[in-house]
T-cell receptor, first 121, second 112 residues
Framework: AQKITQTQPGMFVQEKEAVTLDCTYD???????LFWYKQPSSGEMIFLIY??????QNATEGRYSLNFQKARKSANLVISASQLGDSAMYFC??????????????????FGKGTLLTVNP | KAGVTQTPRYLIKTRGQQVTLSCSPI?????VSWYQQTPGQGLQFLFE???????NKGNFPGRFSGRQFSNSRSEMNVSTLELGDSALYLC???????????FGEGSRLTVL
């Protein structure tokens, strides 16, 4: 079974500053993928960034970067130069990367409880 | 390129009724999955379909069912609604079920 823990129910950051959202995970799978999604008040889940467990470099996508520490089982999201539009719920998620036909577990995302980020002007 | 479209966006039902939610995936995507989001339980996986076949199912009672059509559109049905079924139901699509999921805006169900 997989488990995602996001220990920060809410975070506040000043506009233009950087912020780190924490995510730790637990899995017995050897190969897995880690995802971060943003959910504005509209409800849509917006994909931000992906990290594979065997990727040697930390993933980056524009202002988003993923601080992946495999030994510590953490996959923190770093948002640089925060903007007012970054205010939203942020979810960390994971999925095994087993081969197709392994029982279907690799088609299911396990999500954390989320962190509500508020960017102050 | 159109995103994932879910209908209806909002609906109100009473206990005991049934509801059908629809999801049209991104063109070319063959995998559709469904998630239930509630304040108490968070985001929970319901099921995933690929080429009209259910490949995985979450831990939900049999009142929750789904299907996928040959054009990859998917529907989910909840019968004998309970108050606890009030939630945001999110549909997501991907080409093969393994890549990143693209979500719709969800269908917000309120059961009275």
């Amino acid at each position: 079974a997989q488990k995602i823990t996001q220990t920060q129910p809410g975070m506040f950051v000043q506009e233009k500053e950087a912020v780190t959202l924490d995510c730790t995970y637990d899995t017995s799978d050897q190969s897995y993928g880690l995802f971060w999604y943003k959910q504005p008040s509209s409800g849509e889940m917006i994909f931000l960034i992906y990290q594979g467990s065997y990727d040697e470099q930390n993933a980056t996508e524009g202002r988003y970067s993923l601080n992946f520490q495999k030994a510590r089982k953490s996959a923190n999201l770093v948002i640089s130069a925060s903007q007012l539009g970054d205010s939203a719920m942020y979810f960390c998620a994971m999925r095994p990367r087993a081969a197709t036909g392994s029982g279907g577990s690799n088609y299911k995302l396990t999500f954390g409880k989320g962190t509500l980020l508020t960017v102050n002007p | 390129k159109a995103g994932v479209t879910q209908t209806p966006r909002y609906l109100i039902k009473t206990r005991g009724q049934q509801v059908t939610l629809s999801c049209s995936p991104i063109s070319g995507h063959r995998s559709v999955s469904w998630y239930q989001q509630t304040p108490g339980q968070g985001l929970q996986f319901l099921f995933e379909y690929f080429s009209e076949t259910q490949r995985n199912k979450g831990n939900f009672p049999g009142r929750f069912s789904g299907r996928q059509f040959s054009n990859s559109r998917s529907e989910m049905n909840v019968s004998t609604l309970e108050l606890g079924d009030s939630a945001l139901y999110l549909c997501a699509s991907t080409w093969d079920g393994i890549g990143e999921l693209f979500f719709g805006e969800g269908s917000r169900l309120t059961v009275l």
